[in-house]
Structure formats: structure tokens, C-alpha cells
């Protein structure tokens, strides 16, 4: 059998899709933090085995592959999730191609680290950008701002009182030079799709460092309460990189709808956030495979402005399968009932070792 270390390193790369030298410096950085003068894979023998296993488990995971603790970092990674959608192509008379988003996450204990793919990141950084629309919607983040860097752009979030806050996530490989060729021209857009009343704001913190008046006005949209889901399942978007196409949306109040076009299938990606050490926390989190949803226990909906506490279901992604019945239009019909009723084409339950998934 192989290093159980190895394993966990193994299953890092497949949950965030980070390269195996990064997940496996992030992995042994770690564990050498729990005990100063000890070697990461001694570390992780004594933590896992069944003597110490009740009292130091609690340690593995926020130092395997931590979540964001902080609301405003939750919210900032939930919107990003939500913003999957913004990044389809616009021309509805060309062939639909799918899109790509992220090709990596890389979660840290101060925030995360993401990789867009090239041919999206400018319609990923242009549905992030606050624009007002004429009919009172609101497109983009509220308090979303950027610090440009010469080789990355780093994204903070303003809180309902214009405070900047801890949340913080990088995007690679946007530095200056490439932030200005982009800014340029989504600056500039007329938005004509969206009957926009006005142009984007200025993200960049230093020209926008308050929130603007519409900003303050839409602040409670998304709704809060699943926003420390929504930001857990982000952290594992590796999982979901394979796939033709990706579409998320707030189908009903606290309830997040993601739906996977050609990929991995349902029903192992739930597995596989079920992982112990890495997947998501199951004292919080309750995974039905079954009817393919992740459900929140543990929210707060006291001042959740979509409902009564009492009204609303708890916050939940639901996940759901495109299934094309021509290849060549990728003519999509939903049929959750047949797509993957067979289920994952190997074991991805019980030990995370051999002939696991990640592999």
C-alpha cells in the first residue's frame, strides 16, 4: 500500500487541482506547524492512528486543506462561485463551446489562491465589477475592490459600512500590464445586454476606496446563509474542472443550484467531499447522496432577510446533470433522473487509498 501521506497530497491535487509539488508543500507546511522539530509524515501517523485519533483529529483538516472562517471570506468565495455563470458566452448564435473557469483553488488559512482560465477571465472579471442596472437589479460584487500587483490582482471585499475587511482572495497571473489591457475594455462597455444605466465602477481599492450608493443599497444580495457552504464547495472546485461546462445560480432563497455538463460524475464528486481530513466538515455539513445535495445544519438564519427563520429551508447546493442528447448542437436537456444512474466507475468510499478516484 502506498505512504498514506502521499495519499493526502494525492487527494489535495484532485480536490483543489493544484500540481502535486504546491499541494504537497501546502500539506507538509502544515503538519510541521502542529510540532516544531517533527517530520510532517511522523506527524500525520501519530495524529491518524487510532490512539490519538479523538483527540487531535480536529487538527488535520484546518492545516490539510483549510475553509475560511472569516463571514466576509466566505462571502467574497461565495460570490466568485456564483459569478460561474456570468462567464458564458454571450453570442447566442454561435456554437455553444462551454466555458472554463477555474483551472485551480489553492485554499489557504488567510484566504485562497485561484487560476482562471484564460479564455474566460475577462468576462469572469468583468461579471465581478458593480454595474447598475435601469430595472434596479444589480450586476457584479457589492464592495468587491482590487490591489494590482505586478505579477497578480488581489480581490478584498468592503463590508455594509465601507470598512475594508480580512477577506482576500489572488488571482493569478493578472499583473499590471495585463490589468490595464483587460480594464480597457470591460471599462468601456457599453453593457447594452444588461440596459445598463451607467458604467461599471472603478474596482481598483485606491480610486474606489468607499462604497458607492448603489453598492450600499443591494449589500443583502446573495442572501448570507449559504455562503460557508457555497465557500467550502469553492475550496474543492478541482473537482469540477474536468467538466464541459459549469452553471451555477440561486435557484430559490438560501438554495445554490450547480449543475455539471460532461464531468465527473455526481455522484463520486459527493463521495469525494465526503473524504475524511480534506472533504467538507460533516459535523456542519450533511452530504445526501441519494438526492445529490449538500444541506447546512448549522446556519444562521436569524437575520436572513429572504424569510422567517422558521420558512426557510436550510441552505443547500443541489446538484444537477446536463445531459446532450446531440453532440454537435450540444442541444442540453436536464434529466437528473437517468444521468449517472449508474454511478462513479470506481470505489471512492471508506479508506482514501488504493484505487481511490484521485489517483
Not at 34 to 44: E, K, M, N, P, W
Not at 220 to 228: G, I, K, M, R, S
Request: glycine letters at 8%; proline letters at 6%.
Amino acid at each position: 500500500m502506498s505512504d498514506p501521506l502521499k495519499q493526502i497530497i494525492d487527494l489535495r491535487c484532485c480536490l483543489t487541482g493544484e500540481r502535486h509539488a504546491l499541494a504537497g508543500d501546502l500539506v507538509n507546511r502544515g503538519l510541521r506547524s502542529l510540532s516544531v522539530g517533527t517530520t510532517s509524515a511522523a506527524i500525520f501517523r501519530q495524529i491518524a492512528s487510532r490512539q490519538c485519533m479523538d483527540e487531535r483529529f480536529g487538527e488535520l483538516r484546518p492545516v490539510l486543506l483549510p475553509d475560511a472562517t472569516s463571514r466576509f471570506q466566505q462571502r467574497l468565495e461565495s460570490s466568485l462561485l456564483l459569478r460561474i455563470r456570468e462567464c458564458a458566452p454571450m453570442a447566442s448564435d454561435e456554437p455553444y463551446t462551454g466555458h472554463k473557469v477555474f483551472r485551480m483553488v489553492s485554499p489557504r488559512r488567510e484566504g485562497m489562491v485561484i487560476d482562471v482560465a484564460d479564455e474566460t477571465v475577462e468576462r469572469f472579471l468583468r461579471a465581478l465589477l458593480p454595474v447598475p442596472e435601469s430595472n434596479g437589479d444589480y450586476l457584479g460584487v457589492p464592495g468587491l475592490r482590487f490591489t494590482v500587483r505586478d505579477d497578480h490582482l488581489r480581490m478584498h471585499l468592503l463590508d455594509s459600512t465601507g470598512r475594508l475587511t480580512d477577506a482576500c482572495a489572488i488571482l493569478k497571473g493578472i499583473g499590471r500590464r495585463r490589468w490595464r489591457k483587460i480594464w480597457s475594455k470591460i471599462g468601456r462597455v457599453d453593457y447594452e445586454e444588461t440596459v445598463s444605466i451607467g458604467k461599471c465602477l472603478d474596482p481598483v481599492l485606491t480610486h474606489s476606496p468607499k462604497l458607492d450608493q448603489i453598492e450600499v443599497h443591494n449589500w443583502d444580495h446573495p442572501p448570507e446563509p449559504n455562503v460557508a457552504l457555497s465557500s467550502a464547495v469553492l475550496r474543492r472546485y478541482g473537482l469540477l474542472k474536468d467538466a464541459f461546462a459549469i452553471d451555477v445560480w440561486q435557484s430559490r432563497r438560501a438554495v445554490v443550484a450547480l449543475e455539471i455538463d460532461t464531468g465527473r460524475p455526481v455522484e463520486e464528486i459527493l463521495h469525494l467531499l465526503a473524504a475524511p481530513y480534506l472533504g467538507v466538515d460533516q459535523d456542519r455539513f450533511s452530504i445526501d447522496i441519494k438526492r445529490r445535495v449538500i444541506v447546512d445544519r448549522a446556519a444562521d438564519l436569524t437575520g436572513f432577510k429572504g424569510g422567517s427563520p422558521h420558512t426557510v429551508q436550510p441552505p443547500a447546493i443541489e446538484f444537477r446533470t446536463l445531459r446532450s442528447y446531440d453532440d454537435q448542437s450540444r442541444d442540453y436537456l436536464p434529466d437528473p433522473a437517468v444521468v449517472d444512474q449508474k454511478g462513479p466507475s470506481i470505489e471512492v468510499g471508506g479508506n482514501i487509498g488504493e484505487g481511490s478516484a484521485y489517483e
